[in-house]
């Protein structure tokens, strides 16, 4: 045994004050839906009868999901918006979020700007902080969202139709590409350096976008592992096959400007991390999207059979990259 | 940075496979109010509109709040045991929890005696598992449970009443007390030592006197700090005094035999980890509750100030030991 039983009283009392410290913070204080929040046993939701749960939980471990000492405002800001991101994937509406953060010990300024960065995350997703659990161990998170959705209307992953459009919800490939900035290992131009790490560490979900797809998309899911791995994902649970036109897949200038063609592009197909909204949908229901200035971008079509397909520019199949490139050996979605 | 960005396809492999197998146990098949489980981007859960949602999340980190090599059969248990125990302390009823579950690798025949170990508990509680994530990174697991109880009739850590009752639900004390046996520090007759090692490893949620006490109990909560310290808790969130008759605490035969009075005695009064109840009742209810076949011990009153008294059999105000004690240099509850 490493860890004898101590008598930790002074420990307990710092913990205790951080829950004191999250109670306080804005995204903690009472919302809609949240009857009773932060400081029992349990928080109470209420939920009106025509409406159900969407739930999610994610972890994110350090020197895997992100890198060993990193920027606790822009950690607090990840954690919200990977979470948040797969409340928009099912068209759900956010209500709130519990947050079990383990801390190898406390530092006040460290927690401040922690807690500053989810704070401010999670006003932007207007999410409430309604429970948690802190604990002293190996720096990781795991946050579970909660949000509600009409009965019947969630967005799953199942349901696809041959015939649909398949459709993204913006430039990919930006987080993947952001890697070598992130771990300080290259440099670039302040402005295309923002940029991408801007959507490695602040991914903002596409909730507005999940909202409107609700009643129209047939299927979707927010892009996490990578779009091949993903739309393999919605081929596998709608029993269909997804064919991407290589030369649609949307990249940014930062991107490009950044790592080239080449690397960007396969950042975009397998490098994951984008929570940018991949789905399915039937074409008549793509003018009033991009009408509504809405993002969507068509990259392919559902066709019968199964799997994902990769086509080049001259509509021939493409051997398909090593799929679900992981970071920092992330073994997680 | 110790960890660079690796493509790690054949470990996601493996953890993909972790899902697919939790996804196969019984504990993951439908169940009531689980309107979509495993396997999409979020679980959903519907609810009726006179009954409102309990959460709670609660993490358990190796070394921290279980010894670094644990039985992982127990584990799986003490697991959703200790979750759900706040779920009995709110009067809910179970609907479902998800796992959020670190590994340092991945191990078949340690993943199936876990699940065994979460299955069986789970089963007990009646609660199912709707989702979950499964990550790489030092052994620890994030549990947030949810169950259903009618607007506004859940219990709370307010509303203790001065006249009042103040009871626990069982002997205190084993949990604390196994220790020396859970850390194999010390040996005992197999009869004492299952019986304290299985109050350690498999605390069973108190889920039918949450029910019971619906409507009846003031105030209440699960006992994992300690029995003072909880009762601390209690007297601050309702502004009252709670009183304990120190000679009135339930302590099993086995934990006496085994540790002696006076050991046995800081266990049940500070030790934490039982995850019985302790509420406080008006007088007329007590009757009814011990009729029922419930377990119910009156340990004390609620008197108007606040704090928490301890009394020697001759009403003698006792000094308080030190509360709180925290296993394995625990920070949490």
Do not use: N
């Amino acid at each position: 045994m490493k860890s004898a039983p101590t008598s930790a009283k002074p420990v307990l009392g710092e913990f205790e004050l951080i829950r004191h410290y999250f109670a306080a913070a804005s995204c903690a204080q009472a919302g809609e839906g949240v009857a009773l929040g932060i400081g029992d046993d349990c928080a109470l939701l209420g939920l009106p009868a025509d409406e159900q749960l969407a739930i999610s939980t994610d972890t994110l471990v350090a020197g895997v999901h992100f890198p060993d000492f990193p920027d606790p405002f822009l950690l607090g800001q990840r954690a919200v918006g990977v979470s948040v991101s797969d409340l928009a994937a099912m068209g759900a509406t956010p209500i709130g979020f519990t947050l079990a953060l383990t801390l190898p010990g406390v530092d006040a300024s460290w927690l401040q700007a922690f807690t500053r960065g989810l704070d401010q995350m999670a006003q932007r997703c207007a999410i409430r902080l309604i429970g948690g659990d802190t604990t002293r161990g190996p720096l990781s998170l795991t946050l579970t969202v909660f949000g509600r959705v009409p009965k019947g209307q969630a967005l799953t992953r199942a349901g696809a139709q041959v015939g649909d459009l398949l459709c993204v919800g913006g430039e990919l490939g930006d987080a993947a590409g952001a890697l070598p900035l992130v771990l300080k290992q290259q440099h670039t131009k302040q402005a295309v350096a923002d940029a991408l790490l801007a959507r490695y560490w602040s991914p903002m979900p596409q909730l507005e976008l999940g909202l409107a797809l609700r009643g129209k998309a047939s299927a979707a899911l927010d892009i996490s592992d990578g779009l091949l791995a993903d739309c393999g994902h919605i081929a596998a649970a709608s029993g269909v096959a997804l064919v991407i036109e290589q030369a649609h897949v949307p990249m940014s200038a930062a991107l490009l400007a950044f790592a080239g063609e080449s690397t960007a592009r396969q950042c975009a197909l397998s490098g994951g991390d984008d929570y940018r909204l991949a789905f399915t949908l039937p074409a008549q229901y793509l003018p009033d999207l991009q009408q509504a200035g809405l993002p969507v971008y068509v990259i392919g079509r559902v066709e019968a059979g199964r799997g994902v397909t990769l086509l080049d520019s001259h509509g021939q199949s493409v051997q398909l990259p090593h799929s679900g490139y992981q970071h920092f050996g992330s073994a997680s979605d």
